[in-house]
């Protein structure tokens, strides 16, 4: 029940709200939902709130917001689409990488900058690289996850005028130039305790490796680091191309792990039983075909 006194207006409770926000920006979305939750409890914190409408609209908002930003409170965040994205007043900037996974809910890093994550690499990039869905099954999954974040009142949220969770288009954040690679593999990444980073696991950093060594420093690269940690990381190299690697992906493994690494393992086996003899395939999937190749894995060794 409501604590006894005035009642508090919708955008100071929202003002409040976003001193428990764990991100280091907040979305257009993200404020539109604070709004809608506030106002459907008609409290906050046992504060009655000063709501005189059933259901906030989108003039509403754009009240709310200009009254936070008059306040200081909300920021409007550069190198974004206008009225999309805002700062916080006393909370961090955020690393590049926090901000990226902050406006973009579906987003991981990967590639290089997941290498110089797990320290797999020594070079230090000058691109943040991202893996996001391809926008159709972007727009999917935000449906999802807005059905989920509001459940019975999706529809009416919809129709209320309010932001709806949407694609961000994004290639800069601070110094950093952004590389959006649109996946077509669902992610695997790990949370990082504490922040709105997700980052590819160690074993999808491996597979991604294979799949685009252009976007991880180049396939001479890619040879080095897995010389000097595939068999550290075998088994998570492994376990993640037999999950989710297509038989090309198996086959460059094996290669890579068993001919140029020279390591032994049963695991490589049921991979040996997917080469194709007289076929085109090659190690370097951006690379041209060459004649040099390894006759176990039937694979053009098309490297420098």
């Not at 991202?130 to 019975?152: H, N, Q, T, V, Y």
């Not at 000097?228 to 992906?249: P, S, T, W």
Request: proline share 6%; aromatic share 10%; charged share 25%.
């Amino acid at each position: 029940m409501p604590k006894e006194g005035p009642p508090i207006s919708l955008d100071k409770a929202v003002a409040l709200s976003l001193g428990d926000m764990d991100q280091p920006v907040i979305t257009a979305y993200r404020l539109g939902l604070f709004l809608w939750r506030l106002h459907h409890a008609g409290q906050y914190q046992g504060q009655r709130l000063n709501v005189l409408k059933d259901i906030p609209e989108g003039g509403d908002f754009a009240r709310m917001v200009a009254k936070l930003e008059e306040a200081g409170v909300l920021q409007e965040g550069k190198g974004f689409p206008r009225r999309s994205v805002y700062h916080v007043l006393g909370r961090e900037r955020g690393a590049p990488e926090d901000v990226a996974c902050a406006v973009d809910p579906f987003a991981y890093v990967s590639h290089l900058s997941a290498m110089a994550y797990h320290g797999l690499t020594d070079r230090i990039p000058q691109m943040l690289f991202l893996s996001s869905p391809a926008p159709p099954k972007w727009r999917a999954f935000a449906r999802e996850r807005m059905a989920k974040d509001l459940g019975e009142s999706f529809s009416a949220y919809h129709q209320s005028g309010l932001p709806r969770l949407h694609r961000i288009e994004f290639s800069k954040i601070a110094r950093y130039t952004v590389n959006r690679y649109a996946s077509l593999h669902p992610g695997a990444f790990k949370l990082v305790e504490g922040r709105s980073r997700r980052v590819a696991t160690i074993g999808r950093t491996f597979l991604d490796m294979l799949r685009n060594p252009e976007l991880c420093g180049g396939i001479r690269h890619v040879l080095d680091v897995f010389e000097e940690f595939g068999q550290r990381y075998l088994e998570l190299i492994a376990d993640e191309v037999d999950r989710h690697g297509k038989n090309i992906d198996k086959v460059r493994a094996g290669y890579v792990l068993e001919e140029h690494c020279r390591l032994n393992s049963e695991r490589f086996e049921p991979w040996r039983r997917l080469v194709q003899r007289g076929g085109s395939r090659k190690l370097d999937p951006a690379g041209e075909y060459r004649e040099t190749y390894s006759a176990r894995w039937c694979l053009s060794l098309n490297i420098d």
